[in-house]
């Protein structure tokens, strides 16, 4: 069974800061979705990495997947205060079945 | 514009009651899909669709029931027999085959009363 494990679950930065949030995953894929969800809002795509070695920028979000380590990242860059929301990692296993990992809620301070 | 449409978007559900929450994308994507989110937590799968008249169980499907009888519909039943079915329902779709980035419509929140 595929498992999705987002760290840190939680992260509280100062405006300007640098940070990275990690996706580990259990099997083999090279398929790899970042997403953002604003508070009771859906879900909004924001990355799709389909190769190892995928790097996708964004303003100040960047996406890297390393497919041989099952590790994908999400770097911020100098935070700013609406870069807050929750950003979700989502893997594709065999058979077009997406898993996501827990989330992890991101909170820029001023 | 295309996209994906759920409706309604707040659904209060009695105990004993069936409800159906409603799906319809305009994408020509093969791919739905239906997850469950409760608060603080990730999506769980409950049901997908790869094509017309054919759907798998996901990760928590006992409870709901789907159909899908056109390519741009995918309604989710939840049924009597799903014990706790407050939380936030979200429908998704995607091209299909190895194009598996999903698009995802405004979510249903249901809740029982």
């Known amino acids: 069974e595929l498992k999705v494990e987002q760290n840190p679950l939680f992260l509280s930065m100062q405006e300007g800061k640098n940070y990275t949030i990690y996706c580990n995953y259990s099997t083999t894929s090279d398929r790899l979705y970042w997403y953002r969800q604003d508070p009771g809002k859906s879900l909004e795509s924001l990355f799709v990495?389909?190769?190892?070695?995928a790097v996708k920028q964004e303003g100040r979000l960047m996406a890297s997947l390393d497919t041989k380590a099952r590790l994908s990242t999400l770097h911020i860059t100098a935070a700013v205060h609406d870069l807050s929301a929750t950003y979700f990692c989502a893997v594709d296993m065999a058979g077009n079945k997406l898993v996501f990992g827990a989330g992890t809620i991101l909170r820029v301070k001023s | 514009d295309g996209g994906i449409t759920q409706s309604p978007k707040y659904l209060f559900r009695k105990e004993g009651q069936n409800v159906t929450l409603s799906c319809e994308q305009n994408?020509?994507?093969?791919?739905m899909y239906w997850y469950r989110q409760d608060p603080g937590q990730g999506l769980r799968l409950i049901y997908y669709s790869q094509i017309v008249n054919d759907f798998q169980k996901g990760d928590i499907a006992e409870g709901y029931s789907v159909s899908r009888e056109k390519k741009e519909s995918f309604p989710l039943t939840v049924t009597s027999a799903q014990k706790n079915p407050t939380a936030f329902y979200l429908c998704?779709?995607?091209?299909?085959?190895?194009?598996?980035?999903?698009?995802f419509g405004q979510g249903t929140r249901l809740t029982v009363v």
């Open positions: 998704a779709s995607s091209i299909g085959r190895i194009h598996t980035e999903a698009f």
């Open positions: 994408l020509n994507h093969d791919a």
């Open positions: 990495l389909l190769s190892n070695g």
